[in-house]
């Protein structure tokens, strides 16, 4: 996915920040299955769709934003700390529909990104 991206979109990184984690949650807490991923990047905006390909292993929720403080990081272990980054990265903008053979996944990034590249990957 960063090679996509321009090296200088500010939401390159984000963006690789955010599949990195729905996809280590796919597999280590989804149980494996085929995963299917759509990135699509328009001036100032990346937008997502990942679908999980398998029956939800346990029901997944998304963290409010503005934690302060976490405490024991240990806590968050098993809880989804990954979806901590994610849901703060993309300002809250993360949608989870969870059916019994897929889970779909969306989300958003926005960002000063200015690519003259982004028509849309």
């Known amino acids: 996915m960063r090679e996509v991206f321009?090296?200088?979109c500010s939401l390159r990184d984000d963006c690789v920040t955010v599949l990195s984690e729905l996809l280590a949650n796919c597999a280590e807490h989804g149980g494996?299955?085929?995963v299917s991923v759509l990135?699509?990047?328009v001036w100032g905006r990346v937008t997502g769709m990942l679908v999980h390909h398998a029956a939800p292993a346990a029901?997944?929720?998304?963290?409010?934003?503005?934690?302060?403080?976490v405490?024991?990081?240990e806590q968050l272990e098993e809880s989804g700390r990954g979806l901590v980054v994610v849901a703060e990265l993309c300002g809250g903008e993360v949608?989870?529909?969870?059916?019994?053979?897929?889970t779909v996944t969306r989300w958003r990034l926005h960002g000063s990104c200015a690519c003259e590249e982004a028509e849309g990957y």
């Open 71 to 73: 405490g024991d990081i």
């Open 59 to 69: 029901r997944v929720w998304i963290p409010e934003l503005g934690v302060d403080e």
């Open 32 to 34: 494996g299955g085929r």
């Open 39 to 41: 990135v699509t990047h």
């Open 6 to 8: 321009p090296p200088m």
């Open 95 to 102: 949608e989870i529909a969870q059916k019994a053979d897929r």
